[in-house]
């Protein structure tokens, strides 16, 4: 016997459904199989998971409990690839992230319209930037595996990370 609970559904003058409130839905194809489910997590944040074929989160569409906003593209076995989001500070950010979940390349535009590329080596350093300054002057840096600085293009200008 199924029992339903915690689901209200609120009804206009003419019957019909005008409201459906729960804290989570789930939706399931023909098979039962789960597809999609819009929920919080448990920190109280809104989430929208999709579901592929395999059964694994493929994309995740969140607000976390730092009230970033974000997006995460995911690849068959549910691994995090790709993350854009929206900073507390304001800023977009855009991570690629390798098949082991670490993060290899990260895009971003500062509040003051700077955009950075940063690229990270496998251990996780910082290895190269390119960037604007808010001049609109190019910079390109790049890093030694202790991140020291090696080369920096205009020599004039300071390095950023």
């Known amino acids: 016997m199924e029992r339903r609970v915690g689901a209200r559904i609120i009804v206009g003058e003419d019957g019909m459904p005008k409201t459906v409130e729960a804290e989570r839905f789930v939706l399931k194809d023909s098979e039962g199989n789960p597809k999609a489910v819009l929920g919080v997590d448990h920190e109280g944040s809104p989430q929208l998971l999709m579901i592929g074929k395999t059964g694994q989160i493929r994309i995740s569409l969140l607000v976390d409990g730092e009230d970033e906003p974000s997006v995460v593209l995911s690849d068959p076995t549910g691994g995090r690839r790709i993350e854009v989001s929206v900073l507390q500070s304001g800023v977009p950010s855009v991570n690629l992230y390798d098949i082991d979940g670490n993060t290899r390349a990260t895009l971003n535009v500062a509040n003051n319209g700077a955009p950075y590329l940063g690229l990270i080596d496998s251990r996780g350093n910082l290895r190269s ?33």
């Open 129 to 161: 930037v390119v960037c604007l300054y808010e001049d609109g002057e190019p910079v390109v840096q790049l890093f030694d595996e202790e991140k020291k600085p090696i080369f920096r293009a205009p020599q004039k200008s300071s390095f950023i990370a």
